[in-house]
């Protein structure tokens, strides 16, 4: 299995809608991310990140991250996002958690 990388853009097996890994590398390790779900549509929110690369273009929901074991559940990885859209997003996610 190739290893999960923060910013990878998954197709998971049973899901609908595709998924960004937000977790650091080192916690990939694990075959466990955290990820969230990416829509197509924007919804008006400072939680949706939107985005667009070459092959994708979406809307981040940081808001939703869920842990996922791929051990146990396959994926594809179809994109990569650059590494200006990874720090965005992790900056929403990490304001989540900010004290004040």
């Known amino acids: 299995m190739l290893p999960i990388r923060q910013g990878d853009i998954l197709k998971v097996e049973n899901l ?3 998924v960004l890994v937000v977790s650091k590398d080192f916690f990939n390790l694990t075959e466990q991310a955290i990820v969230c779900p990416i829509v197509s549509q924007d919804p008006d929110d400072p939680l949706h990140i939107s985005f667009q690369t070459s092959k994708t273009k979406g ?3 940081c808001e ?6 791929f051990h146990y559940r396959g994926f594809l990885r179809k994109d990569t996002l650059s590494f200006n859209d990874i720090v965005n997003i992790t900056d929403a996610i990490q304001s989540i958690f900010d004290y004040f």
Do not use: H, S
Request: net charge positive; charged share 25%.
């Open 16 to 18: 609908k809608q595709p």
């Open 59 to 61: 809307t981040v929901l």
């Open 64 to 69: 939703q991250m869920k842990l996922m074991d």
